[in-house]
């Protein structure tokens, strides 16, 4: 098969594309409720208007190619209301009192009226490497590091209960991956409706009411208390980006604290995530670590890490280049395409992440193949991304087979594609 490989006027055409996005979609203002000016893009002005963690974070990427100051000020927004025990929410809610309605809607953890109690995929090192490296490096680094530090430093102590070094989540929506169909059976869900989604979170949730959401105790409950694979490879990947960061201010000690914390977890993920037999990589749930056997994109993730083993690398590679799985016509859909869960287009009540493309797993799956020696594999789902936003705009997912574009529109996650496009050129 050829493979395709984007030109450089299609990234001077993508950039001035993100440019826009980014100006739509910025949330500039004070709020009252903590007395701090915010400045951010928000996933969708049409849809989304508040501040996600891990969408700002590939923001702060995206942004770092054309506005360094709003790529900054991005995560300066994100890491404002950091709590005193260094967690951040996954969402917060800056101007939730002109849009009470909508957040009616939504299902989600509070730990205060405009914050919520709950993680998302901890990639904020590597979005302030990349904003550092493009800006004002160490100055910027001094500023923002020691906040960092201390969010990884509440996911090692309070996220990571059994002594294996993994990340662990205790609702699903932690993950990012919503309506994922790994999470169906411990769900309870037999259906494609929104409803029985909201039931099913539902059914978790309450589990932690009696108790005020206290982490202990929700470990305790051992019903979801998930080490999802993705969130745990990019937390590798992280803390090896945050000790790097360490390093360059000269912080030799805390550099080896967070390298080691990422060769714990590593181990771990071999020991209990890889399936021999299968040749994928399933999350684990709870104390007896029980695989969730459900063929997604989490399962190939493993490939962005650069020491991932040549004989498990091959065996994820076939996965992936196979047409039956996940060798689309525009890669890499999110669910396996032989899986019976698979839908390429929106479902239901508009159920996210059972088998469209999204351009966030593609900048990470890609850029593990350029680790592991396949450029021309890495341009060419660049290139096919590219095509994506030609023909469908920039949307939250698209179908993996057709290209038609679904979810939010102009949404700002999906601009990360120009690092991918940067990288490959
Ligand atoms: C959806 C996605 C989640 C994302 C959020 C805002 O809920 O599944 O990962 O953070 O939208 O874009």
Same mark, same amino acid.
């Given at each position: ?7 450089? *006027? ?69 890491? =404002? ?162 000790? =790097? ?19 714990? *977890? ?23 670590? =029980? ?23 091959? #065996? ?49 799956? *890609? ?6 020696? #396949? ?51």
């Amino acid at each position: 098969m050829r493979y395709k490989t984007p030109t450089i *006027a299609d990234f001077v055409w993508l950039k001035e594309v993100c440019r826009e996005i980014h100006v739509k979609n910025r949330q500039v203002g004070k709020a009252d409720w903590c007395g701090h000016t915010f400045d951010f893009s928000c996933p969708s002005h049409l849809t989304y208007p508040f501040q996600w963690f891990w969408d700002s974070c590939f923001n702060a990427i995206a942004l770092s190619h054309f506005d360094i100051d709003k790529a900054e000020a991005e995560l300066v927004s994100l890491l =404002k209301n950091q709590h005193e025990d260094g967690f951040v929410s996954h969402v917060t809610f800056w101007q939730r009192d002109a849009y009470e309605e909508m957040v009616s809607t939504y299902a989600i953890a509070f730990r205060n009226k405009y914050l919520t109690d709950e993680m998302q995929p901890p990639l904020l090192a590597e979005a302030v490497s990349a904003v550092a490296q493009r800006g004002r490096g160490n100055e910027f680094l001094k500023e923002i590091l020691p906040a960092v530090r201390r969010f990884y430093d509440w996911l090692h102590e309070v996220r990571s209960p059994y002594g294996d070094g993994l990340v662990r989540v205790v609702q699903p929506d932690e993950t990012g991956l919503d309506h994922s169909p790994k999470w169906d059976e411990l769900m309870e869900i037999k259906d494609e409706e929104n409803s029985s989604w909201f039931k099913g979170w539902n059914l978790i949730c309450d589990k932690y009411l009696p108790f005020n959401r206290d982490p202990k105790q929700m470990f305790e409950v051992d019903y979801f208390a998930v080490a999802d694979v993705m969130v745990n490879v990019i937390y590798i990947e992280n803390l090896r980006v945050l000790a =790097k960061l360490c390093l360059q201010l000269g912080d030799v000690a805390a550099a080896e604290i967070y390298s080691a914390r990422a060769e714990r *977890a590593r181990e771990s993920l071999e020991l209990l995530c890889w399936d021999e037999a299968d040749g994928l990589y399933y999350d684990v749930n709870g104390k007896t670590n =029980k695989k969730i056997r459900v063929n997604t994109f989490t399962s190939l993730m493993p490939l962005l890490l650069s020491d991932l083993d040549s004989i498990k690398r091959d #065996r994820l590679m076939k996965h992936l280049l196979d047409p039956a799985e996940y060798w689309a016509k525009y890669p890499i859909p999110s669910t396996a395409m032989n899986h019976p869960t698979y839908r390429p287009d929106t479902v239901g009540g508009n159920l996210v992440w059972r088998g469209p493309t999204w351009m966030n797993s593609n900048w990470y799956l *890609a850029r593990g193949l350029i680790r592991h020696g #396949r450029m021309d594999l890495a341009r060419h789902i660049a290139a096919q991304s590219i095509e994506l936003v030609r023909l469908s705009g920039v949307r939250e997912y698209y179908n993996p087979g057709t290209g038609a574009g679904w979810g939010a529109p102009d949404f700002s996650w999906s601009t990360v594609l120009l690092d991918l496009v940067e990288e490959v050129l």
